[in-house]
């Protein structure tokens, strides 16, 4: 299990405070865009009216288009030759995009059918994820570049991680926001609040773009010249798109990762979309704004823990390595889910707060260990394809990571209807109904993180079989040469 030599980082192999710091906005920026979207889209339903299965299409349909623009975003980022490098015009562009698009898709009149709301925000929705793959997916392939060192992809994920959890600390008051006495109603609020996202998302999004410097890796011999490379035409490129997306499908140890993440990530994501309902009807018998109190408090409370357990993530891996580490943390999260269910106790509401530290064990480390463990994974792809693909392969990753997201949320529409939740009823849902949001909340998670234990039991990517593949790369190719931007150049 252990590994028993565990390589230092030189210092070359280092990466800046600077370019970090900037890396860890990007990061915040990517998380306030994946989370906001989810905490608000509740008011469809609780402020509109709208049923729960229609809210959870508008969850689902738009990951239909991002199963081709997200890889495809990877490609095109994996082979955009400028000035600014191959991902730094994306992530301006897309980050200034996707701000708009956000603000403006929440402005919604008063007054209209559900089939008008659902049909516009549905449209809207596919805008907005469309800008977003435009940010996201060159920023993720960025952070997978900056540096080939084993355990400085690990720091770099855990800083990026630090900083980015800060949006997981707002998001969950969300909705005591937009329920406040500051708002007309759920509704203006959600209008309110869309222009502040908006605006932070176009302000900061663009720092990654503006103050880091990409790294370019020499390729060997065997691929094509940048002569022949610009005159593929349009099916060339097309055809190395869908071999590219074929190979990373095919690559085992992405599998797993991808895996693992989907179960891991979305099965919190899905269980912890009843927990706001659980609050609501369950603990607190329709009140909204206790319940409002409470989830917030449980949402920043995990925040805060998961603050501590990032960098104590990186600690540990750099000690037992990456693959021993998740097996550790994800098994202290079931402790966690356990907890809620004893947690959800009208007498004794705040005592769910226990599960909180518990329950970050698993949010805090996964996509701080999953990062690193990709950028590993790239090198792997190299070994075997002689081609760099951080693009195509975070596409694909991320792509599975919002698949899952959107998935749940169609799932928690089908599954509220299953329960016989009724929004008309306020504080009288049935006994039965409570009872199942309970076991959806709790259940789903548990199973989904005890099965993705099992699947990284096997990863073979150890700290060791890292450095071997790099060692071969670098006497292959060379290594890593800093790309030189002029001083003052800017997207």
């Not at 989904?448 to 890292?466: G, M, N």
Request: net charge negative.
């Amino acid at each position: 299990m252990g590994q028993t030599e565990h390589h230092q980082t030189p210092p070359e192999d280092r990466i800046s405070l600077i370019q970090k710091s900037a890396y860890s906005v990007g990061m915040l920026v990517n998380n306030l865009q994946a989370a906001a979207l989810p905490a608000m889209v509740v008011i469809l339903n609780l402020g509109l009216g709208m049923s729960p299965v229609l809210v959870g299409i508008i969850g689902f349909a738009p990951r239909i288009f991002d199963a081709l623009s997200d890889p495809m975003m990877g490609y095109i980022s994996d082979n955009t030759k400028s000035r600014w490098g191959r991902r730094r015009p994306y992530i301006f562009a897309g980050a200034i995009l996707a701000g708009i698009v956000f603000a403006a898709m929440w402005q919604l009149p008063p007054g209209h059918s559900e089939s008008f709301y659902f049909w516009t925000f549905l449209t809207a929705s596919i805008l907005y994820f469309l800008t977003y793959t435009i940010y996201a997916t060159p920023f993720v392939a960025f952070g997978f570049e900056m540096t080939p060192d084993y355990h400085e992809r690990t720091r770099l994920q855990a800083f990026a991680n630090t900083v980015g959890q800060l949006a997981w600390l707002g998001v969950p008051w969300f909705y005591a926001i937009m329920a406040s006495e500051l708002f007309d109603n759920t509704v203006h609020g959600a209008r309110v609040l869309a222009l502040w996202v908006g605006g932070a998302i176009c302000l900061l999004g663009v720092f990654p773009a503006i103050f880091c410097r990409e790294k370019i890796v020499p390729l060997p011999a065997q691929t094509l010249s940048n002569k022949e490379d610009n005159v593929k035409g349009f099916w060339g490129h097309s055809k190395d798109f869908f071999q590219g997306i074929g190979t990373a499908l095919s690559c085992r140890p992405f599998a797993k990762l991808c895996s693992s993440t989907f179960l891991v990530f979305n099965g919190y994501q899905l269980g912890a979309s009843f927990s706001l309902y659980v609050i609501i009807y369950y603990v607190f018998f329709g009140d909204d704004k206790q319940a409002g109190s409470l989830f917030g408090w449980f949402g920043t409370l995990t925040a805060v823990s998961t603050l501590v357990v990032i960098p104590l993530t990186a600690w540990i891996s750099t000690k037992i390595g990456k693959r021993e580490t998740f097996l550790i943390t994800i098994s202290l999260s079931l402790v966690g889910y356990a907890l809620k269910w004893v947690g959800y106790n009208p007498e004794h509401p705040y005592w769910l707060l226990a599960s909180c530290p518990f329950v970050a064990f698993g949010t805090g480390s996964l996509f701080t260990l999953m990062g690193s463990m990709v950028a590993d994974v790239c090198d792997y792809d190299e070994l075997e394809s002689y081609q760099r693909r951080e693009g195509v392969f975070g596409a694909i990753y991320w792509w599975m990571v919002k698949v899952g997201m959107a998935l749940a949320g169609l799932l928690t529409g089908v599954m509220l209807e299953a329960s016989g939740f009724d929004v008309a009823l306020e504080s009288s849902q049935s006994e039965r109904t409570l009872w199942l949001l309970r076991v959806f909340d709790v259940g789903v998670p548990l199973i989904s993180s005890a099965v993705a234990i099992w699947i990284i039991s096997t990863y073979e990517i150890t700290e060791a079989r890292a450095y071997e593949i790099r060692a071969e790369l670098e006497r292959r190719r060379g290594k890593p040469e800093e790309l030189l931007v002029a001083e003052g150049d800017s997207v």
